[in-house]
C-alpha cells in the first residue's frame, strides 16, 4: 500500500488549504482512510476518516465543522478540506489506511507539513 500525501504549506491564520492523499497499491475493500496530525511535543492525534464502502466520515471533536473529509473514488484520492486555520492546527498531516479485513493493520504515507503564521 502507497500513500502520497501533498497540500500542505504555510498559510496566514484564518486561511484555508486542502490536503491530498493518493492510495494505491491494495485490492481489498473493508478499509477506513483518512487524516491524523502531530503538533509539535505532542502525540499524533486522529482528525477525520472516511469508509468510503458505506460512505460514512468520521471526525474529532476538535473539528468544529472547519474540516471535510471527501474523496474521488476513480482517483483513489482523499481529500480534506480545512477553513479558518489557526497556531493550533500546526502539524505534519499523515494520511492513513486502516485495513479492517484481513487485518487490522495500519498504512501511513509520508507526513506533509502545515504552518499557520499569525
Known amino acids: 500500500v502507497q500513500l502520497q500525501a501533498s497540500g500542505g504549506g504555510l498559510v496566514q491564520a484564518g486561511g484555508s488549504l486542502r490536503l491530498s492523499c493518493a492510495a494505491s497499491?491494495?485490492?481489498?475493500?473493508?478499509?477506513?482512510i483518512g487524516w491524523f496530525r502531530q503538533a509539535p511535543g505532542k502525540e499524533r492525534e486522529g482528525v477525520a476518516s472516511?469508509?468510503?464502502?458505506?460512505?460514512?466520515?468520521y471526525y474529532a471533536d476538535f473539528v468544529k465543522g472547519r474540516f471535510i473529509i471527501s474523496s474521488d473514488n476513480a482517483k483513489n484520492t482523499v481529500y480534506m478540506q480545512i477553513w479558518n486555520l489557526n497556531a493550533e492546527d500546526t502539524a505534519v498531516y499523515y494520511c492513513?489506511?486502516?485495513?479492517?479485513?484481513?487485518?487490522?493493520?495500519?498504512?501511513w504515507g509520508r507526513g506533509t507539513l502545515v504552518t499557520v503564521s499569525s
Open positions: 492513513n489506511l486502516h485495513q479492517l479485513w484481513p487485518g487490522p493493520k495500519d498504512y
Open positions: 497499491g491494495f485490492t481489498f475493500d473493508d478499509y477506513t
Open positions: 472516511l469508509k468510503i464502502s458505506e460512505r460514512k466520515t
